[in-house]
């Protein structure tokens, strides 16, 4: 039969094209390889209607068996051609766009697409008997499923997790004790890439039994929490008011909601401090937890509470050392021996501020002062378009005023107390025969002022025709030094 063998080749080249451009064609060019498929099946279907090849019926018999079975296996590609463009057409269809990364639904949708074709090509091309078919895989569903339970709890605990969409791709999320970055989600499991930049493969199953959080849930909120265990000695009080202080000295942490501070927990050995605050992003957490620890050990230092192992007896902190506490806490006199700081301690004077109240104006200094926070915090910020930018927060150790202290000029800055804070001015007197003897002082004090301005992206003190670069900056601000002290670098 000259026009069935005709209608076999045919089927045969189109199957054989079909399979090259699949394996072969660019996969980021999905509409096309979607387009050409199409195509194939549209070609396959008229070849087939064309030479009496229906796949609605048993493949028509020949003289030869190898012709009729080659026009089984074309009726029955031909089933699998439609459940296989059947399933991407669905799949752009159907389902919801969140869901063309999750390989579950996909995996789901596709089998049951096939299993659907195969009933049909079984019960039209092979003309076997359903029914019959139907009841021994019943019985022999039942064995499987036995044997496979586990794996059918996985699945169904996937739909269950993908339905209700607990997390997407990319979410940083906790399950259990295992948080990571969700980089696969399929049909068996939920594969997370965990801080170490390990795959962690977790059951769907496992997943659905268990606490999931979501860190980027909701998407302008993120929680960070700081816990810290102090001696019971130490009244709580004091503690609470210096970790409300630090939690308000970093400029990150959102106002609202408001920054908690409690205690979590007393046992015999210490009481667990906690405090509980927001960003508006996650990648900001880390930085911000750890910039809270070394705000916290700062302003508890401040009130003479030292961070120690508990199991390490306290030590008692005097009174009249806290000038000397305090200015071995400054960045710039770290380098100076006690008998050195035991000098800037008899010329340090202390004055007291209440929230909102203008701590240092660079504008209306009519002295040159350096400004050193003892406790409590203050916010440094410059007029502009007729309010005020906040630049940054000072905390205990923090310190001002290197600006007019190394060059003499006057800036826009000015610092408000945020709460009740104490401050030590240090003028300029007192610092000269120190920055004579140590350069190195002096040179700190120049790289502070010079990397102010490159964070803050403004020059708080403008030469006239300075260098707008870094290096320009520190260099003229040490020609300015060597003009106010007569140092030589």
């Not at 766009?97 to 996909?106: C, D």
């Not at 962690?200 to 265990?229: C, E, F, K, M, Y």
Request: glycine share 6%.
């Amino acid at each position: 039969m000259p026009t069935l063998t005709d209608g076999v080749l045919f089927g045969l080249g189109i199957l054989v094209v079909d399979f090259l451009a699949w394996r072969f064609m660019d996969r980021k060019s999905e509409q096309m390889r979607l387009g050409f498929r199409a195509l194939m099946f549209a070609l396959s279907t008229y070849v087939l209607f064309r030479f009496g090849m229906n796949p609605l019926r048993a493949a028509p018999w020949s003289d030869e068996s190898l012709r009729h079975l080659l026009a089984q296996v074309l009726e029955l590609m031909w089933w699998l051609q439609g459940a296989r463009l059947a399933t991407v057409m669905l799949d752009r269809i159907v389902l919801p766009e969140a869901w063309h990364k999750e390989r579950l639904f996909q995996d789901v949708l596709g089998a049951l697409v096939y299993l659907a074709a195969a009933v049909a090509a079984i019960a039209f091309v092979l003309q076997l008997p359903v029914g019959g078919l139907v009841a021994t895989s019943g019985a022999l569903a039942i064995v499987i499923g036995l044997a496979i339970q586990s794996t059918l709890n996985d699945v169904f605990s996937g739909i269950v997790l993908n339905a209700t969409e607990p997390f997407r791709l990319g979410d940083w999320i906790t399950i259990g004790e295992v948080e990571g970055k969700v980089v696969e989600s399929n049909w068996r499991a939920t594969t997370l890439l965990n801080g170490q930049g390990n795959l962690v493969v977790i059951p769907n199953s496992v997943a659905a039994r268990t606490n999931i959080v979501n860190a980027n849930q909701p998407s302008h909120t993120h929680g960070i929490s700081v816990v810290l265990p102090l001696a019971p000695s130490i009244r709580p009080a004091l503690v609470l008011e210096s970790l409300a202080n630090a939690a308000a000295s970093s400029a990150v942490v959102l106002s609202e909601p408001k920054p908690i501070v409690s205690v979590r927990r007393a046992t015999n050995d210490a009481i667990e401090y906690e405090i509980v605050c927001y960003v508006d992003t996650l990648g900001k957490k880390a930085d911000v937890r750890n910039d809270l620890f070394d705000l916290a050990y700062r302003h508890l230092l401040s009130r003479g509470v030292v961070l120690r192992p508990l199991s390490v007896p306290e030590p008692a902190v005097a009174g009249p050392d806290e000038k000397h506490r305090l200015l071995r806490n400054v960045m710039i006199f770290q380098t100076l021996e006690d008998d050195e700081i035991a000098e800037l301690e008899a010329k340090l004077t202390k004055h007291e501020f209440d929230p909102g109240e203008t701590i240092y104006a660079a504008a209306d200094e009519s002295g040159h002062t350096l400004h050193i926070i003892a406790r409590g915090v203050a916010k440094v910020s410059v007029p502009k378009n007729g309010g005020e930018i906040e630049l940054r927060r000072l905390a205990p150790g923090d310190s001002i005023g290197q600006s007019g202290i190394l060059a003499g000029v006057r800036t826009n800055v000015i610092m408000r107390s945020m709460t009740h804070a104490t401050v030590y001015r240090l003028d300029k007197a007192a610092l000269t025969p120190i920055l004579a003897r140590r350069p190195d002082v002096a040179k700190e004090m120049c790289r502070l002022l010079s990397e102010h301005h490159a964070t803050e992206q403004m020059m708080l003190a403008s030469p006239a025709n300075g260098d707008e670069t870094s290096g320009g900056l520190l260099q003229w601000i040490r020609d300015g030094v060597r003009r106010i002290h007569e140092l030589t670098f």
